[in-house]
């Protein structure tokens, strides 16, 4: 007997079938406990059964399985709206300017200043020459790999050792490649406990030994003959991976999924309002007659030009002759609420692409002070998640150790292990005096130091201060005194007084001496 199954998801099991042979009414019974105790057990609303759950399609299979199944034409969809939606296209640019900008600095950490500039002098150069195919340096780099993460789900940095040349010793260089290259159709489960899974190889222990990555593009325009069909081991310490992980995952997706039908839906709403629109300017009026002894009353239904021949497309201006004597013009329908059902549309969009609405539309009408600067700090937030646990490790770092190792090898720097710092870019300040004011108080009470008042702007503080010191001594040199120089000009703009005594402490400066009389 085939199993019946309530929309509740409780079976009809052999109990109820053993009993509904002697007394259907009492299996009927006992079924409808069982679904009543069921429904108690559910705490969750979202985990109840019911008609109203019926379109609800669920899946319980793991995250690899998923990205297995649909990464491909996501990739492909998301890439298209990219190249064709507008909203699409500011989403990745707002995204990549504030996770990368003007670039994430390293700043070597040995504890020797002098080693410290002699690797981030020695970095700075490299960082020049650092893409193998020559379009940027390693700062454009971070943004193109940010770039293809964000559109394309995954992205990878191949090591590319080269001939070393007399201005640059180092034998290093870096090279993107787009998450095609990747063969995620080879699978291979060994009997050593080793896999492929996706184009990825592991060891017995899960982590990652290799790539299985084609050379050339499969949706290339290379030649047949002389493209490479052929996917090649690459080992997984040759290449950096950018991707972020939503689940335990080993790929990523595009981030703008969420937002991928939504966006689609709009396109397609605003073209059939626009096609509507056209349609009705094209005809202006049509000719009618009352009359039943008008000869044209008895012609075939349609529309005629002026020499009776059948028009069967609308052209604009037209006006239609349907052979008789009264016009009626055409009123084109008023639409009401467009741009309120496009802005909520963008903010459903918006909020797909984690972004805020205004950065998305450009539209800061709707926007005032306090919620746009409420909207950018939990903006920042992610932003600034994204750069410390995904960029930074994934693909600053890697690069950074292939550096030193290269460096190391040449005879350039003392070992193969270098700390870093890395300095995000410093984002735009949306009120500057009250941020400036802050920042000096807590560094005035002792918060936070000067060191990390500089380093979150995105520079090194003992660069800073060399600069500042240099300035000083040209600026004293040739006699001159600056507004913004603190050691001669009050903040008020006035000439700081000499102390009496000899002290370095300047006149009205701390606190007075308790021990003094004030009447003297």
Same mark, same amino acid.
Not at 10 to 23: H, N
Not at 480 to 489: G, N
């Given at each position: 007997?085939?199993?019946? %199954? ?44 019911g008609r109203l759950k019926d379109g609800w399609r669920t899946s319980a299979t793991s ?29 990745? @640019? ?110 017995? #222990? ?41 689940? %335990?995952?080993?790929r990523g997706v595009p981030w703008g999924v969420p937002a991928m039908t939504a966006m ?24 009618? =007659? ?24 609308? =052209? ?25 059902? #496009? ?24 926007? #005032?002070?306090?919620? #746009? ?29 292939? *550096? ?15 700390? %870093? ?70 903040? @008020?703009?006035? *000439? ?25």
């Amino acid at each position: 007997m085939a199993q019946r %199954v309530n929309d509740t998801g409780v079976k009809w099991g052999w109990q109820e079938r053993v009993l509904e042979v002697f007394s259907a009414k009492a299996a009927r019974r006992r079924y409808a406990d069982r679904i009543s105790s069921n429904q108690l057990r559910r705490a969750y609303d979202g985990a109840s059964k019911g008609r109203l759950k019926d379109g609800w399609r669920t899946s319980a299979t793991s995250a690899d399985a998923e990205i297995a199944a649909a990464g491909s034409l996501l990739r492909d969809r998301m890439r298209d709206l990219v190249r064709n939606n507008p909203l699409a296209a500011q989403a990745v @640019q707002v995204l990549v300017n504030n996770m990368v900008g003007d670039g994430i600095r390293p700043r070597a950490k040995t504890g020797d200043p002098e080693a410290d500039k002699k690797i981030n002098d020695l970095f700075e150069k490299w960082s020049k020459g650092a893409d193998a195919h020559g379009h940027t340096d390693f700062y454009g780099l971070q943004a193109l790999a940010v770039r293809e993460m964000i559109e394309g789900g995954d992205l990878f940095g191949m090591k590319r050792p080269r001939k070393a040349v007399k201005d640059l010793p180092i034998r290093l260089q870096v090279e993107l490649f787009e998450a095609d290259h990747l063969d995620d159709s080879r699978q291979d489960y060994r009997n050593d406990d080793t896999r492929i899974d996706q184009g990825i190889e592991y060891d017995r #222990n899960g982590r990652r030994a290799a790539y299985w990555m084609f050379p050339d593009h499969p949706g290339g325009n290379t030649s047949a003959f002389r493209r490479k069909f052929e996917s090649v081991r690459i080992p997984a310490d040759r290449v950096a991976h950018l991707f972020e992980r939503q689940r %335990v995952q080993s790929r990523g997706v595009p981030w703008g999924v969420p937002a991928m039908t939504a966006m689609r839906d709009l396109d397609d709403w605003r073209l059939a309002e626009m096609v509507r629109k056209k349609t009705e300017a094209c005809l202006v009026a049509v000719v009618l =007659s009352h009359d039943p002894t008008d000869p044209g009353v008895n012609v075939e239904p349609g529309v005629y030009d002026s020499e009776g021949q059948l028009q069967e497309k609308f =052209s604009p201006g037209m006006i239609a002759n349907a052979n008789g004597k009264d016009i009626k013009f055409n009123s084109p329908a008023h639409t009401g609420g467009i741009r309120e059902w #496009n802005v909520v549309q963008g903010q459903a969009i918006a909020a797909g692409w984690r972004v805020p609405y205004a950065l998305v539309s450009s539209d800061f009408s709707q926007a #005032n002070f306090s919620s #746009n600067r409420a909207g950018l700090n939990e903006f920042r937030r992610m932003v600034t998640e994204i750069q410390w646990h995904v960029i930074i490790p994934m693909f600053c770092q890697r690069i950074w150790d292939w *550096f030193c190792e290269a460096a190391w090898t040449a005879g350039l720097i003392p070992s193969a292990s270098i700390p %870093v710092e890395w300095a995000p870019p410093k984002f735009e300040s949306v009120n500057p005096w009250q941020d400036a004011q802050t920042d000096l108080l807590e560094t005035r009470a002792g918060f936070s130091s000067l060191a990390q008042q500089i380093g979150k702007r995105g520079w090194d503080m003992r660069t800073v201060l060399e600069e500042y010191s240099e300035t000083n001594e040209i600026v004293d040199g040739l006699g001159l005194v600056l507004d913004s120089d603190p050691r001669k000009v009050t903040r @008020q703009g006035m *000439f700081q007084s000499e102390p009496q005594d000899g002290s370095t402490d300047t006149e009205g400066d701390g606190p007075p001496d308790p021990k003094s009389n004030p009447e003297d």
